[in-house]
């Protein structure tokens, strides 16, 4: 007799990240969160920002961790712990280790492709903010990402 393993999936806190911010309101506010969490990070960390429906960070979630220029990144690992969190939205972050928020070729399809894959799931990426040394870079204000359908958090 053939015997099948029965699972229970659940999401796990490993701690907790003291921040000023609440709630995403802007760019700014994600670009604060993300620096305070990539702070001394030496390579590049791929992070999804888990909101719920006022656009509260619910859970931060590192999806990878890759070398000097890039992190692997697949919709499947992106968009997991945010249907674990029961994700209303998520906003995508990662670091520069040179220090330049200069998105890549490379930034700009991952971005588009998990847009579309939000899509299909009904979980909506709000931004991709890319830090560097003091400064960061918002996907959605360089026009990456199309604004949202509603606005009910406020981030815009």
Do not use: W
């Not at 015997?3 to 806190?13: A, D, E, G, Q, Y």
């Not at 359908?149 to 406020?154: F, I, K, P, V």
Request: contains cysteine; aromatic residues 4%; charged residues 20%.
């Amino acid at each position: 007799m053939y015997r099948i393993p029965v699972c229970r999936v659940m999401l796990v806190r490993e701690r907790a990240l003291a921040s000023e911010v609440k709630t995403i309101r802007g760019p700014a506010d994600a670009a604060s969160v993300l620096q305070d969490y990539l702070a001394g990070a030496d390579r590049e960390h791929f992070v999804a920002l888990c909101l719920n429906t006022r656009h509260r960070v619910t859970a931060i979630n590192t999806v990878s961790i890759g070398g000097l220029s890039g992190a692997p990144v697949h919709p499947r690992e992106v968009f997991k712990p945010a249907i674990l969190a029961n994700s209303a939205a998520i906003i995508l972050g990662h670091n520069h280790p040179s220090g330049d928020p200069e998105p890549s070729s490379d930034d700009q399809r991952i971005t588009e492709q998990l847009v579309a894959a939000g899509r299909i799931l009904g979980i909506e990426i709000l931004d991709h903010i890319i830090v560097g040394d003091d400064r960061f870079l918002s996907m959605r204000e360089r026009g990456v990402i199309s604004a949202p359908a509603r606005a009910e958090g406020g981030h815009s």
